[in-house]
Each structure stands twice: as structure tokens, then as C-alpha cells.
């Protein structure tokens, strides 16, 4: 527990800031609470027992000091708890902000072995269980310990014996809730997990309403996320279980002290031993001590769910980014890493990496080979070059590894083995400030941000003008398909994009590319979601968006192939003919083949 406080504070330093100042204040506060039963004490043993009868300004100097004192220590209090809010906010904000570039930074194949309601709880649910604790249970704790060091040393200098027997009753229990902690705190990872799964299952199940609906899978849906309902639901009892077996026993105990001390306290006082105002302050000071005690099990709960929280935090912070910008590799640090993409500015605090050289690039894969970390590899010893301004078409059948290339290109995944190089230069060399910026990838899913058309295509180049981006569409012969929707470029395309069709939705991602204005595009299947008509319509687009750039088509649909420069035919992970389409359309092998394919389906619509 103490090594992970410890990690905590070296991520996120201003967890401890003022700790000097908000300590002093936790000791007033505590400080201020004994005043009563002092107040008590005097008030009975000498303002109203007293030799000479009732003394009344006693009583009244007694009730005022008690009054200020109450002020002080709410202030104190008030103070306090605004300070630890303040602190607690500022770093678990930092831990958000770390642990979420800490996931951008991951390669797509790391994040795809993640469940992504698990990642998404790292940033937010996870957090949420730290923020509680340190702004109540945090808070309880520093005034608690204080509180009962305090209630200890007055209790002692009224009555050692009732002192004595008060610890007789605890010193047990402490040492039982040690072994609850432990207990609690396994089942609070479980708690944990459950709750990331329980939100990857709603939000996929949300997303994905029209297939669900589609397929009449709504029954279904609803068992799945009410399992992981049921499930966090079982995870959270069991330990609230353990939780309530701790407080019961707190109040036992308490409720046992409480009569051992009223039993000997009246004995002591019978015997001339105690003071009717010291007993009664005894209580008042057992009551200051007992509190904290039975806190104890709030705080044990907020604890151990925080501790919970933070691990599962920590394990992805832990978790190794397996394709790093180079810019950062000289800089290090727990937990560094802007998100990647061209708006991290790659290389930002450091001076490692190499940028693109300028002008045109041209691509090399050097005997690259991939796999991923279970089952045989998707690509074998990869040979090829693509020369600078060139078209360059991939074809093959699904699952022959030509997505693959596309993200070894952009380097969303780096290769098993061999080396992949753009311009010259390695990729792992390269700073992803300079990579985003020059290299620009249209993926198949065409994914939009629940934003307007502007600001979706502004991704390509920030701060663009709205008149920037009209222009861009008019580039790409789209200038009438924009003027059609409802409000232009401000028109809202909604959460995934979801009230633009799938064709729309790449449309506008195509317009986003030519905005960026790369030096080198990758269209992933860039026209497999257009419809024939929409296909025919944005071909001269594309050649105009590709001309004077290199270009690597990843296509099913050959019409793009037919106006390649060059033509890689994939199978099986192996590139097993490249050309142009008049030479190889006309040689038997799989081009040919898959040429037939496609010109049959096209006579046949």
C-alpha cells in the first residue's frame, strides 16, 4: 500500500502540495475538539461543584471560550477540507491526463487486446475511487490519527486505569482489520474489473443499437450487460459483506468500552479516585477516541477501493508503449508520453528523433515481417519500394495482410522484423510531430467525431477556415454534395457520424486527408463503404487528391488499381506479383483472378 502512495506521489507531485500548512490545520481542528470536555470538566468540578457553591462567571468564561473554540475549529475544518479538495482534483487530474496519453500511446494491436470499457475505467471510474477517498477518507484519516493521539494523552492525565481499559478493547480489533484490509482489498480489485466490464458491454451494446436492432439480438444484448450488471452487482456485495462485518464489530467493541469504562469509573469515583466532571470528560474524550475507530470502517472501505483503483491505474501506466514517438525517448519519465498524433507535436520538451527530409517521399520495406502475439505471421519478409509521387494500388484477398501494411506504413504497429523506411529515413526515427504531419492515413471505417463537417475536417489541419474547407471539398469535385446538407460545413454529422450515411462519412474523411495535404496518403479501403454511383463520382477526385504525392491505395474494388502507377498483388503475406494492371491483367496468377471476380460482379449490377 505504502509503494503504491509512493508511486502515486512521483506521478502526480501535487498530491503533497501545502501538506506543512494543511497539517497545521488538521492539528487546530483537532486540538479545538478537546476544548469541550475540558470545558465540561471545569464547569462541573469547579463552576458548579465547587467548595464555594455555583460560580456563574466561571461558567460563563467557560461557555465562551468553548463558543470560540467551536469557531476556530470550524474554520480550521472548512479550511482544511477546501485545501485537500483542491489538491486531491489537481493531482488525480494529472493521473487522468497521464494514464489517458498513456493509452493513445499504446500500438492499435496492444489496445486491441484490451477491452476498451476496461481502458476507459482506467481514466474515469478508477480515478473516481481515489478522488472519494482522498477528499472524505483522506480527510478523516489525518484528522482521526490526530484526533486520537489528543483523546489519548488527556485521557490518560484523567484516569490511566479507564485509559488502559479503553485500549484493552481496541488494541484487538486493530490488528483483526489488518487481516480484513488484505480481504477487502481482493475483493475490491474484482470490483474493479467488473465495473470496466460492465461499461465496455453497455457502451458497445449502445454503439451498436442498428446491428443489435438488425438482427432482432436485442433479448441477447440485454442478457450480456445484465450478466456484467449481476456480476458487479455479486462483486460489490461480497465486499460490502466483509465492509459490515468490520463496522459491527467496531460497534460491539465500542458498546462494550463504554460500559467497562462507566462500571469502573463509577467504582474509582466511589472510592475518592475520580471526580464526577472527570468521568464525565472521560466519556466526552472516549467519544473523540471511539469515532475515529469506527471511522475506521469508512475509511477501510474508501480505502481499499481507492488502493483498488489506483493498481488497475498503475498496471496500464505499466503496461509498455511498444511504438514510441522518438522525441521522447531521450526525455523519460514515469508515465511519459503525449497521445499520438500531428496535435501531440511529437518531439515537444525533446530532441531525439529525425524528421522527414523535405519534398517528395518515396517508401521502402526492407524484409519486414509481422505477427501478432498469438497465431503464425501475417506478413513474411516483405521486399518492396515505392518511388517518390507514384500510385501505388494493393490488392488481395481478405485477410492476405494488406491492412497490415497500411499500419506498418503509418506506424500504428511497428514489424516483428525487417525495417520500414520513408524518404530514407527508419520510421522508428522518425518524430511523430513530423510523421502526422507528412504522412496521412484515410482509414476504412472513415471515423467522424460527434462535431460538425468543419470541425471533423479540421482535424487535418487545425485552424483552417471554414472557407479553407469548402475549398477543399470544391478540390476534390464535392462542392454540390456540400451544398446539399442542411447547414453547409457547420451541419452536425453526430456521435460517430452517425446521422451521415457510411458513404457521406467517408466523403468527408477524404476531404479531411486533402486538407492535411500529406506527402505521402494511404487510402485503407477509402471507397469500400461508397456506393457504385458515389464510386464513379469521387474517381477523379481521388486522382486529383493523389497527383503530385505518393500514394498507397489498400483496395478490394480494382477500378483503382486500373489507374495505378504500380500494382502489388498480396497473398498470404507475401507479395506475389506487382506491375501495372495492363501487364498483369493479362498474366495468369491472382490478379487475374481476382480481376475476373470483381469485373463479374460489376456486369451483374
Given at each position: 500500500m505504502w509503494s503504491t502512495a509512493r508511486r502515486l506521489r512521483r506521478l502526480a507531485p501535487q498530491a503533497t502540495n501545502g501538506i506543512g500548512v494543511t497539517l497545521l490545520l488538521a492539528l487546530i481542528a483537532t486540538v479545538g475538539k478537546i476544548v469541550i470536555p475540558l470545558t465540561v470538566q471545569q464547569t462541573l468540578d469547579r463552576g458548579v461543584s465547587g467548595a464555594d457553591g455555583v460560580d456563574l462567571g466561571l461558567v460563563r468564561t467557560a461557555v465562551t471560550i468553548a463558543a470560540v473554540a467551536i469557531v476556530v475549529t470550524a474554520t480550521a475544518t472548512y479550511v482544511m477540507n477546501v485545501r485537500l479538495y483542491k489538491v486531491s482534483e489537481g493531482a488525480l487530474a494529472t493521473l487522468r491526463v497521464r494514464a489517458f496519453r498513456h493509452i493513445h500511446d499504446l500500438s492499435m494491436l496492444t489496445q486491441a487486446t484490451?477491452?476498451?470499457?476496461?481502458?476507459?475505467?482506467?481514466?474515469?471510474?478508477?480515478?473516481?475511487?481515489?478522488?472519494?477517498?482522498?477528499?472524505?477518507?483522506?480527510?478523516?484519516?489525518?484528522?482521526?490519527?490526530?484526533?486520537?493521539?489528543?483523546?489519548?494523552?488527556?485521557?490518560?492525565?484523567?484516569?490511566?486505569?479507564?485509559?488502559?481499559?479503553?485500549?484493552?478493547?481496541?488494541?484487538?480489533?486493530?490488528?483483526a482489520t489488518r487481516g480484513f484490509q488484505r480481504r477487502l482489498s481482493t475483493r475490491y480489485a474484482l470490483v474493479r474489473r467488473r465495473v470496466g466490464?460492465?461499461?465496455?458491454?453497455?457502451?458497445?451494446?449502445?454503439?451498436?443499437?442498428?446491428?443489435?436492432?438488425?438482427?432482432?439480438?436485442?433479448?441477447?444484448?440485454?442478457?450480456?450487460?445484465?450478466?456484467?450488471?449481476?456480476?458487479?452487482?455479486?462483486?460489490?456485495?461480497?465486499?460490502?459483506?466483509?465492509?459490515?462485518?468490520?463496522?459491527?464489530?467496531g460497534e460491539l467493541?465500542?458498546?462494550?468500552?463504554?460500559?467497562?469504562?462507566?462500571?469502573?469509573?463509577v467504582s474509582l469515583g466511589v472510592g475518592g479516585h475520580l471526580s464526577t466532571g472527570r468521568l464525565v470528560a472521560f466519556l466526552f474524550l472516549m467519544t473523540l477516541f471511539v469515532m475515529p475507530v469506527q471511522m475506521l470502517t469508512e475509511v477501510l472501505n474508501d480505502g481499499a477501493n481507492a488502493l483498488a483503483g489506483l493498481r488497475r491505474v498503475l498496471d496500464i501506466l505499466d503496461t509498455p508503449s511498444d511504438v514510441r514517438d522518438p522525441a521522447e525517448l531521450d526525455v523519460?519519465?514515469?508515465?511519459?508520453?503525449?497521445?499520438?498524433?500531428?496535435?501531440?507535436?511529437?518531439?515537444?520538451g525533446g530532441s531525439g528523433g529525425r524528421d522527414l527530409p523535405p519534398g517528395?517521399?518515396?517508401?521502402?520495406?526492407?524484409?519486414?515481417?509481422?505477427?501478432?502475439?498469438?497465431?503464425?505471421?501475417?506478413?513474411?519478409?516483405?521486399?518492396?519500394?515505392?518511388?517518390?509521387?507514384?500510385?501505388?494500388?494493393?490488392?488481395?484477398?481478405?485477410?492476405s495482410g494488406k491492412t497490415t501494411i497500411a499500419k506498418l506504413l503509418t506506424r500504428l504497429m511497428d514489424p516483428t522484423a525487417g525495417e520500414v523506411r520513408i524518404g530514407g529515413v527508419p520510421l522508428t526515427e522518425v518524430r511523430f510531430s513530423s510523421l502526422r504531419g507528412r504522412v496521412v492515413m484515410v482509414p476504412q471505417d472513415g471515423f467522424l467525431f460527434d462535431a460538425t463537417v468543419a470541425d471533423n475536417v479540421r482535424?487535418?489541419?487545425?485552424?483552417?477556415?471554414?472557407?479553407?474547407?469548402?475549398?477543399?471539398?470544391?478540390?476534390?469535385?464535392?462542392?454540390?454534395?456540400?451544398?446539399?446538407?442542411?447547414?453547409?460545413?457547420?451541419?452536425?454529422?453526430?456521435?460517430?457520424?452517425?446521422?451521415?450515411s457510411a458513404g457521406e462519412r467517408q466523403l468527408v474523411a477524404l476531404a479531411r486527408a486533402e486538407l492535411a495535404g500529406p506527402d505521402l496518403l494511404v487510402l485503407d479501403e477509402a471507397t469500400s463503404a461508397v456506393d457504385p454511383a458515389t464510386e464513379v463520382r469521387i474517381g477523379q477526385a481521388l486522382l486529383e487528391l493523389t497527383h503530385g504525392?505518393?500514394?498507397?491505395?489498400?483496395?478490394?474494388?480494382?477500378?483503382?488499381?486500373?489507374?495505378?502507377?504500380?500494382?502489388?498483388?498480396?497473398?498470404?503475406?507475401?507479395?506475389?506479383?506487382?506491375?501495372?494492371?495492363?501487364?498483369?491483367?493479362?498474366?495468369?496468377?491472382?490478379?487475374?483472378?481476382?480481376h475476373e471476380s470483381w469485373s463479374a460482379g460489376i456486369a451483374v449490377l
Open positions: 484490451q477491452a476498451r470499457g476496461g481502458l476507459t475505467a482506467r481514466v474515469t471510474t478508477d480515478v473516481d475511487q481515489m478522488s472519494q477517498f482522498l477528499q472524505f477518507g483522506g480527510v478523516m484519516l489525518v484528522v482521526s490519527v490526530g484526533q486520537m493521539i489528543v483523546a489519548t494523552v488527556l485521557m490518560l492525565v484523567y484516569s490511566w486505569p479507564l485509559t488502559l481499559l479503553v485500549y484493552v478493547c481496541f488494541v484487538p480489533m486493530v490488528f466490464d460492465m461499461l465496455g458491454a453497455v457502451s458497445e451494446s449502445v454503439v451498436g443499437a442498428h446491428v443489435v436492432r438488425a438482427y432482432g439480438a436485442q433479448r441477447r444484448t440485454a442478457i450480456r450487460v445484465d450478466d456484467t450488471v449481476e456480476a458487479y452487482r455479486s462483486a460489490q456485495s461480497r465486499a460490502q459483506v466483509l465492509v459490515a462485518v468490520v463496522f459491527s464489530a467493541v465500542s458498546a462494550v468500552a463504554l460500559g467497562g469504562v462507566v462500571l469502573l469509573g523519460g519519465g514515469e508515465g511519459s508520453g503525449g497521445p499520438a498524433g500531428s496535435d501531440s507535436s511529437g518531439g515537444s517528395s517521399l518515396d517508401v521502402t520495406f526492407d524484409q519486414v515481417t509481422f505477427r501478432y502475439r498469438t497465431g503464425p505471421p501475417v506478413l513474411h519478409g516483405i521486399d518492396l519500394r515505392i518511388p517518390a509521387r507514384a500510385r501505388v494500388a494493393v490488392v488481395g484477398e481478405t485477410g482535424y487535418g489541419r487545425p485552424g483552417a477556415t471554414d472557407e479553407e474547407i469548402t475549398a477543399a471539398f470544391e478540390r476534390i469535385g464535392l462542392a454540390d454534395w456540400l451544398a446539399g446538407l442542411p447547414a453547409g460545413v457547420r451541419t452536425a454529422v453526430g456521435e460517430s457520424g452517425g446521422l451521415l504525392r505518393t500514394s498507397v491505395t489498400i483496395a478490394h474494388r480494382l477500378s483503382t488499381a486500373e489507374t495505378a502507377d504500380l500494382v502489388l498483388v498480396i497473398d498470404a503475406g507475401r507479395v506475389v506479383q506487382r506491375g501495372t494492371h495492363a501487364d498483369l491483367v493479362t498474366q495468369p496468377g491472382v490478379y487475374q483472378r481476382l
